[in-house]
């Protein structure tokens, strides 16, 4: 009988730790990799803000919570304006959604209102509710100087057409007779600095690329859009 005892217990035990390795195969083998994100922009119906939907689709084997944090951008500075730490549980082949309203902000010198833009970024738990981790410090640190640069081009940018459409106005005046002519003589004006100017946008276009390549699984910035809305 003892020993009948003794084989029992050994059997109980040496079958729990087989199991054990099956319990944890309930993981995801590739950390959260069965979830999925999106940020998905709602088509625009005023120039006062931007909706967007962060959503979160489990594809994984079972529930997962999840928490994440958002923060609210000035569009033209990128300081951190507000931020908003939701949190939640999805079932699988489920999915959790938050809705955002990105407000207009001004730009520094009149320009057509963007929206604010935001970082996003998410943490997932299967074990109790998770705590989000938000991102927008350390990446801006790594993003300041070409900030800067994309800040400097835009405002010699912004001078460069302003100087442009008061050269084009004073040469070319507009007194209410022959106005073809005049907007013949102003286009000239436009064409010949047509270059100067295609080269500030082209600079912004390789900051802006450049920005967008740091870091970009973690410090990806979304929004931020002009505002103006096409007009029918």
């Known amino acids: 009988m003892k020993n009948s005892y003794k084989t029992a217990v050994y059997l109980t035990f040496f079958l729990l730790f087989l199991a054990a390795p099956v319990m944890a195969a309930e993981t995801p083998e590739n950390g959260f990799s069965c979830m999925k994100e999106q940020v998905r922009p709602i088509i625009r119906v005023t120039d006062e803000h931007q909706e967007y939907d962060i959503v979160m689709r489990n594809q994984c084997p079972g529930a997962v919570y999840w928490a994440v944090c958002i923060e609210r951008l000035d569009p033209w500075t990128f300081d951190v304006l507000e931020t908003h730490q939701p949190v939640g549980y999805v079932e699988a082949e489920k999915r959790s959604r938050v809705n955002m309203h990105m407000k207009a902000t001004s730009g520094p010198a009149g320009e057509v209102d963007r929206a604010q833009a935001f970082y996003m970024n998410v943490v997932y738990s299967i074990n109790g509710p998770a705590k989000s981790t938000c991102v927008a410090r350390q990446c801006e640190v790594q993003k300041k ?65 450049k920005l967008a390549a740091i870091d970009p699984d973690t410090c990806t910035v979304y929004g931020g859009d002009a505002l103006e809305l096409d007009k029918p």
């Not at 010699?156 to 003589?185: I, V, Y």
């Open 145 to 209: 100087d070409l900030r800067a640069s994309v800040a400097s081009n835009e405002s010699a940018w912004r001078q460069a057409r302003a100087a442009l459409q008061q050269k084009a106005e004073t040469e070319c005046p507009d007194n209410g007779w022959n106005r073809s002519d005049t907007e013949t003589c102003r286009q000239a004006i436009y064409d010949a600095a047509a270059e100067k100017m295609a080269g500030y946008e082209a600079k912004n276009a390789d900051l802006k690329e």
